[in-house]
C-alpha cells in the first residue's frame, strides 16, 4: 500500500465498522454499513488466511472497473490524477523508484484524494500471470497488457493497492 502505508507503520482497524461478525464462523449478524470506495480495508487473503491484506476499495458490487494505461475508470467516469513527482523506497537490496500522484476517488461527488504509485516502466497488467479468482470470467485483460474491464460480481469488491505495479492484487 506505499506510499500511503509504509514498511512499519501501525495502523488501527475497527472491525465492526460495516457490521458485528459470530466469531470462528465469521457470520455478520448485525450489519451497519458496507464499504465505499476509497476505503482502506483489511481481509484475509484467498491464497492464504492466516495472512492479511490492506487495499483500497475500487469498485462495488454491479461496478464495472476499467484500468487502461494505468489511469483507473468505474462505470466509465475516470478518476482524475495530479503528479506528485517521484516516490522512491528501498526493497530488499534495491531501490523502487516510482512515478507517485494523487487519486481522486468518485470525482462526481469529489470525494477524497489518496496517494498512489506506479512503474512507467512496467505494463499495467501481465495477463499470463493473472491467477484463477472468483468472478474472472467477469474481466477481459487487454493482450498488449494495457489494462483491463471487470465487472463486479453480486456480493464482492474490486481492491486494488497503492503502489499499483508492486502489489498483489
Known amino acids: 500500500m506505499r506510499p500511503t502505508l509504509e514498511v512499519g507503520d ?13 466469531p470462528i464462523v465469521e457470520r455478520k449478524f448485525l450489519p451497519l454499513g458496507d464499504p465505499e470506495r476509497g476505503d482502506v480495508v483489511v481481509f484475509r487473503y484467498p491464497l492464504n488466511p492466516s495472512q492479511d491484506f490492506i487495499k483500497r476499495v475500487i469498485g462495488l458490487p454491479g461496478d464495472t472497473v476499467v484500468y487502461k494505461d494505468k489511469r483507473l475508470a468505474v462505470n466509465g467516469v475516470a478518476w482524475p490524477q495530479k503528479a506528485n513527482g517521484t516516490y522512491g ?72 493497492g497503492d503502489n499499483r505495479d508492486r502489489s498483489d492484487d
Open 10 to 22: 501501525f495502523i488501527l482497524v475497527n472491525k465492526y465498522v460495516y457490521g458485528l461478525r459470530l
Open 89 to 160: 523506497y528501498v526493497e530488499g537490496m534495491r531501490f523502487e523508484s516510482l512515478k507517485e500522484f494523487s487519486e481522486t476517488v468518485d470525482p462526481d461527488r469529489g470525494t477524497q484524494a489518496h496517494a498512489a504509485a506506479a512503474d512507467p516502466t512496467m505494463p499495467a497488467v501481465i495477463p499470463g500471470q493473472v491467477r484463477a479468482f472468483p468472478g474472472r470470467d467477469n474481466c477481459d485483460y487487454n493482450p498488449d497488457g494495457s489494462g483491463f474491464s471487470c465487472k463486479v460480481p453480486a456480493g464482492h469488491y474490486f481492491v486494488m
